[in-house]
């Protein structure tokens, strides 16, 4: 999630509905032949349909922080059931902090993009209930009581260690790099592969 995550699959389908032509219409196609039985095919169908006609943004979205926020939530999820150390995963939560703070402005900048990111993962029809959610957290977390008014969002960071690299050889995974990764993403794997 670090390295490429949920934003790879949202760019292509984005570079797919930019390009238009025969490719989406096909791609379309059987999307639609496969919704009858497929709630993966809806979802991807709907989530076509909301890049076409730019809902909410999305086509401007910087999809990267719904990845750096499950990045942090999976790490920790994994520290508290014993899969993974606990330095590991706050030199994680460091290391997306810093990302974050190379692609946002604030933390109000953050959320709302969190948002329109959460909603177009979630590709379900629009719910009000969900958008509530949404809307309710999002207050939460930045009311004057809120976490994020208690952390200022460009605090200096410490560097991360890249202890993830060290837990991801001992299981054996690797990272790529792609030319259109940002500078970070490229350092990562960089980083990775010196390291291996």
């Known amino acids: 999630m670090l390295s490429h995550g949920h934003r790879s699959d949202w760019q292509r389908s984005r570079e797919l509905v930019n390009a238009g032509g025969a490719a989406l219409a096909q791609q379309r196609k059987v999307l639609v032949s496969r919704a009858r039985t497929s709630e993966e095919a809806r979802e991807e ?64 900048e953050f959320a709302k993009a969190f948002d329109t990111a959460r909603w177009f993962w979630r ?48 299981l054996g995974l690797s990272l790529r790099a792609d030319e259109e990764d940002r500078d970070w993403q490229r350092a990562l794997v960089v980083a990775a592969r010196s390291r291996t």
Not at 137 to 164: H, I, K, M, Y
Request: hydrophobic share 45%.
């Open 123 to 170: 590709a379900q029809q629009d719910s009000a209930l969900d958008d509530a959610h949404d809307v309710h957290r999002t207050q939460v977390l930045t009311s004057l009581e809120g976490p994020f008014a208690q952390v200022d969002f460009n605090a200096p960071v410490p560097t991360s260690q890249l202890l993830l690299l060290e837990a991801a050889r001992e």
């Open 45 to 108: 169908l709907l989530s076509l349909r909301r890049l076409q006609r730019n809902e909410r943004g999305v086509q401007e979205l910087d999809f990267l922080v719904w990845d750096l926020s499950r990045a942090v939530m999976v790490a920790r999820s994994a520290a508290t059931c014993g899969f993974l150390d606990q330095r590991v995963a706050q030199d994680v939560a460091l290391q997306a902090a810093s990302y974050a703070q190379q692609n946002y402005g604030s933390w109000d």
